[in-house]
């Protein structure tokens, strides 16, 4: 995807002014041109460096090394307790201290009750935490992005609707926090506008992470054994 | 404060009606230092530098009443107050106690029967006084004065007092000052008499007087206090007439009578009037406080059904409720509206907010989201606003180098917005309780207090140890039982990994437990935390999920 793709067709005009076809100027000429869409510039800035995930061999996969900061991060997954909170909790723990300290984590409509003890074990400060529950969830969840308390939201909802995506995902990509989505695996079929989407699948030897759709990045699969998730939780 | 002739020989009352004042007199007179001739002056005990304002409203008794009937019809009123009588209904309603300007011309006189009065003007308006209003008026009138001072005293029926030495360069004067203060007064259709002196009860007597006076030099005041009559006192009438009878009529003859024949032959409260409008006396007064809450009503007309109608018909009230605020220097943590229907039984709307707020923007954003909630068996006819408790408000200090705290303040308003829509019980915080049992090691936290503990940087998590074993980040609400005895099933066959952890006893609280807890993981990889009910009848339960 590193080259430039030309959406040039009878309704652009011509891109001119093209002096000598083979000439380096002529090529920026070409670059500059409206006319052009570049994947990689999508979005219009530069990738912004991600959060470090804590597991070496996702950060590899993911185009900032690590959660994108900015955009929605949908994690599919039809099982609770294989690992999709694992996954998180070095972040969310990160999120909680040193720069990010005035952020709160929200966690709206979670599918069962979040345990203090476990949190407060991965090194998550509880003052910090807010626990939403109730009908509109996509809402509640909007509402926690674009207030600008949070660090990291977690929403559980089922986002029937495109358009309620889409919401989540400007207000995502305006707020500058992790914004994460869980949804089932089956609506991984759907088109989402969300920045990342990674599908979960465990079995008894690790969790398998397919990453669906990463905006920047490549579509890719990595394995993350049990092992590593025990050595994390050693280390902590 | 010790008398100055207390040891002295108790000496007569000079009878005769006008004591001389050039006569050289050995007994110390009332009126203390200030006057030529003493040999004892009288040390002024009152703070240096007050300066009190007294406001006195002559006609509080009828304006109290054209206050709240005047405002909805103010052109019929104009032209109707002048013919109103008023009865005091206490005393039989009988005797007029107030009279409009109309019926003044025609003769009729506050003490006079209402027969008289109704024969002199016969298309008279009869009311009936009310004291409740009077009061109102008052407190209105303080509420009005606390603009310009936070020191304001009540004297009641009439008289406001305004401590203003603090507020004098804030408002260009004294003059400008008491300018100010009478055009506010004459602007809700008052007519106040005004006077400044160094101290409460001078002010007090000239105001009642009617003498307009601004004076700041304490030691001008027995000279000017000397003119007065009397009446202004509001001593006992008995002996205001044996004054009268011995030919003190007015405040200066007074002064000039000796002090200890002067506290013997009547109330000592005379004396120390005298003593306390000179500054000689300290004269200690509760401090008007202002309503601990705030209560306001709108009639609408035409009733409203309409959501975005009855936001605007609200707003009203809130600015009132702001203002209101503004002037206590305090902030609301909650509110109460009530909508007031034709038949159906009221509607009630609480906001709560996460902290204490006073900006009317705030206030209006929640109602907003609660009234679009709301369901309305009816149009509305009236809102009642009623605040919850004040407190008192801080004010948030800007930091320059400090990062962004825009994070800090936007939590409240958020969890305000949530609450309002999703309910209040929906949205809390987490805090750890020191407790074996794994369903009592956690509790739902208000995030008032949270957010209090962290302003105060109190309230730091309970430190305990960890639990030996892991604890899984999900805990389900209730114990899910499972199938299997020997190999519990769970999505399939579970196979355990860790445990057994012996969590057991609670008889303190009538929840006792005697579980063996175990890790285990399903064939799709989803590890479970479960355990095996030790009592009878026993059996496999599911009580987390590692997320």
Known sequence: MNGAVSRQCEGLGPLSPIPHPLSPSSLDDLLRHPGLWRAREQGGAALQPGLPTGFASLDRCLPGAGWPLQGLVEILTDRNGIGELSLLMPVLARLCGGEHEDGWLAWISPPHQPYAPALAACGIDLRRVLVIRGQAAEWAMEQALRSGACSAVLGWAACRDRLSLRRLQLAAEQSRCLAVLFRRLRDGSEPSPAVLRIALDGDRDGLEVRILKSRGGHAMSVRLGWASFATRAIAQ | ?547
């Not at chain 2, 200690?284 to 936001?311: K, N, S, Y």
């Open chain 2, 1 to 547: 404060m010790s008398l100055p002739g207390k040891h002295r020989v108790p000496p007569e009352v000079s009878p005769s009606p006008s004591p001389a004042s050039g006569r050289s007199r050995l007994k110390p007179a009332l009126g203390g230092g200030n006057r030529n001739g003493t040999d004892e002056p009288a040390r002024s005990v009152a703070p240096a530098g007050e300066l009190w304002l007294a406001i006195h409203l002559p006609n509080y008794i009828l304006e109290s009443l054209w206050q709240s009937a005047a405002a909805a019809s103010e052109a019929a009123a104009g032209a109707d107050t002048g013919h109103v009588v008023v009865v005091d209904p206490g005393r039989g309603g009988k005797v007029v106690c107030a009279c409009g300007v109309t019926a003044t011309a025609a003769g009729v006189a506050p003490g006079m029967a209402l027969n008289s009065a109704l024969a002199l003007l016969p298309d008279a308006r009869v009311l009936a006084r009310d004291s409740r209003r009077e009061r109102t008026l008052l407190e209105t009138v303080a509420m009005m004065a606390l603009d310009f001072t936070p020191r304001v005293n009540l004297d009641p029926p009439d008289g406001v007092l305004l401590e203003v030495r603090g507020s004098l360069r804030l408002f260009g004067g004294v003059r400008p000052l008491c300018a100010r203060v009478g055009e506010r007064l004459r602007a809700r259709g008052l007519a106040p008499r005004i006077a400044l002196t160094p101290t409460r009860l001078a002010s007090l007597w000239f105001a009642r007087s009617g003498i307009e006076v601004v004076l700041r030099r304490p030691e001008a005041l027995a000279g000017r206090l000397a003119a007065l009559p009397l009446a202004c006192t509001r001593w006992p009438e008995r002996s205001l007439r044996s004054l009268a009878t011995m030919g003190v009529r007015a405040v200066g003859d007074c002064l000039r009578l000796p002090r200890d024949g002067f506290t013997r032959r009547f109330e000592l409260q005379m004396r120390l009037d005298l003593d306390r409008a000179l500054g000689h006396a300290p004269d200690p007064r509760a401090a008007f406080v202002p309503g601990e809450r705030f209560a306001a009503r709108r009639d609408l007309e035409p009733e409203l059904a309409d959501t975005a109608r009855l936001q605007r018909a609200c707003e009203p009230l809130l600015d009132e409720l702001c203002a209101f605020l503004q002037t206590r220097g305090a902030s609301v943590e909650s509110l109460e509206l009530r909508f007031l229907h034709r038949d159906a039984p009221p509607t009630r709307l609480r906001l709560r907010f996460a902290e204490p707020v006073m900006a009317v923007v705030r206030i209006a954003a929640l109602l907003r989201e609660r009234l679009a909630r709301a369901e309305w068996p009816e149009p509305v006819r009236s809102v009642r606003l009623r605040s919850g408790p004040l407190s008192e408000a801080r004010a948030q200090a800007g930091d320059l180098f400090a990062p962004d705290r825009r994070r800090a303040s936007a939590v409240p308003q958020l969890v305000e917005r949530l609450r309002a829509r999703l309910g209040d019980e929906a949205v809390h915080g987490l805090c750890l309780v020191p407790e074996h049992r794994p369903e009592a090691a956690w509790e739902k936290e208000e995030i008032g207090d949270i957010l209090l503990f962290q302003k105060t940087g109190k309230g730091e998590c309970p430190l305990f140890p960890l639990f030996p074993g892991q604890r899984p980040v999900w805990l389900l609400a209730e114990p899910q039982r499972l199938d299997g005895e020997e190999q519990p099933h769970y999505q399939g066959a579970l196979e355990l990994e860790e445990g057994p952890e012996r969590i057991e006893s609670g008889w303190w609280d009538g929840r006792d437990v005697r579980r063996d807890y175990y890790v285990a993981r399903t064939p799709a990889g989803a590890r479970v935390w479960i355990f095996r009910e030790r009592r009878t009848p026993g059996g496999w339960f599911l009580h987390g999920v590692f997320g």
